[in-house]
């Protein structure tokens, strides 16, 4: 009772504050129901969704015997839940209210995408965050969306995470997936199996850092920081689609016929190879040759102060 | 004449401030010669040792019919040539006065090293600069040093490019070869394999950023970079070794074995191997986290002032 009045005053509060960072701008909006509000980032945009005025309740993986009462009236219903879980968790949502939005953060679109469509007919919206839920705030971070139906009933929804700092990707789930195979799959296991090979090779980590210019040591770190985090997440991702796999082992050929180059001490063939990428690359290998100058002398402030 | 006058003044007034960034420690010392020092790394240390208030001379590739000319009487002699040429240079500088420090900037140390013995009789130390010609400052700049014969004649320099602010790094060199194929030839060799793979698939690069999160704008500017260097340079790096090429040859079969656990589509044996990197890395992943942590929030203002 009081936290009602207490969440109403929030909302009309931060409803009113028009240049605030958490405006709400759906304040009619029935509860959100986050289907794994207890992982990382389900617990992210509960809060935000709480910091806007919402009312946020929780479904979580042992709540499943109360899930009627959670979702009853819903307005809208987030899906967060670890990949390969996705679709049976979105076949469990048959009930709901029809004007309910139904939505899920899964870093695969097509799959999920028809999962909801095919349980709810309200409407239905893909989306991906592209980061990570330990982010400070989503000033600037990239949010991905794939429409499924409904699209004028959910524009609000888009706008909010605009409202709280998010950048709007629109994309078709398919292609969506494809990008993934090299952003995601690829550049994933790449790190797995540079971090594998130097365990193998078991080199002195510190005199490795010892040696390193600023660039090797932001690349060590990259593939390190990997390990730092859950195996589950990136295994689930990379085996989420066979296109990944054929994609990792395109990769993996090709970089074998790169090697026969080296094998033969070709160092023309070498060359003639690298220009050509380099003109594939265009513009961008300058432009991206000044984004990182500026990165890498504040990386190797950063490592130096610390 | 009126050069003369001009050079010794700057010497004096940088030698008179103590807490100068370039601070003459060598006085004395006759002529610089920076063999290659209309490269881009030659040109940068010539400019060091100039604001430092030494004589620098510059022995170009079609300077040779003036070189003993320019030779004579040199006290510090830097070879920095195309790591191909490396040697061949060497053998040319029979004719030293004794007393002369000889020393190389080839980012291989050990046949350097061993060439500057076999061809000088005087002080030998072999350098290798971590660092780009493109470095705004030494400031925090690793340069390693590999010590060859007269150490305490040389000290001097090593402390001159600590008033630079570089740090010094002291290792043997069939070490620090060894730990180039993992730091240099093998992350620069996967970087060109990458691009290349990336030429071949050729994805839209636009749509790829829209799509990235930080990590992989990141990561995709890393290798992006690389495309608009010298093909040569990374070329004579990659061949240098043997060892350079056994070494990607053992990450390319790593790979290979590693994939076969996402063929069998076996989650489990790719967590419990996550997790075995995980152990090995220790301490590392969770530091490597934070720091990459810091950085990519860095990256991402960075991306989007641009």
Chains 1, 2 share one sequence.
């Not at 799959?185 to 797995?192: D, I, Q, Y």
């Amino acid at each position: 009772m009081i936290e009602d009045i207490l969440r109403r005053t929030m909302r009309e509060s931060y409803a009113s504050e028009k240049d605030s960072g958490f405006k709400c701008l759906n304040p009619e909006l029935s509860s959100v129901v986050i289907v794994g509000g207890k992982g990382q980032l389900g617990g992210l945009f509960g809060r935000m969704f709480t910091l806007s005025g919402y009312e946020v309740k929780v479904l979580g993986s042992q709540d499943w015997d109360r899930a009627d009462e959670i979702l009853d009236g819903a307005g809208l219903v987030v899906v967060t839940v670890p990949i390969h879980l996705t679709n049976g968790v979105i076949e469990r949502l048959g009930n709901l209210p029809e004007d309910c939005i139904l939505c899920d953060l899964t870093s695969i679109k097509s799959k999920p995408l028809q999962a909801m469509l095919d349980v709810h007919k309200g409407p239905v919206v893909g989306l991906h965050p592209m980061f990570g839920p330990d982010v400070a705030s989503l000033a600037k971070q990239v949010i991905v969306h794939c429409n499924g139906r409904g699209e004028d009933k959910y524009q609000w929804l888009l706008e909010q995470f605009g409202i709280w700092g998010a950048s709007l990707c629109n994309i078709d789930a398919a292609e969506h997936d494809h990008g993934m195979t090299l952003i995601q799959a690829l550049r994933h296991f790449t790190s797995f199996a540079y971090g594998l090979h130097l365990s193998k090779e078991n080199p002195n980590i510190d005199k490795l850092l010892q040696l390193s210019s600023p660039i090797y040591r932001l690349e060590l770190a990259m593939v390190g920081r990997l390990f730092g985090q859950d195996p589950n997440l990136y295994g689930d991702i990379i085996l989420s689609s066979q296109e990944n796999i054929d994609m990792i082992k395109r990769f993996h050929h090709c970089f074998g016929e790169a090697l026969e180059i080296l094998e033969g001490k070709d160092k023309q063939a070498f060359v003639q190879s690298f220009n050509e990428v380099s003109d594939w690359f265009g513009d961008y290998s300058t432009q991206f040759m000044n984004e990182s100058q500026n990165l890498l002398k504040q990386a190797n402030d950063a490592i130096h102060r610390g």
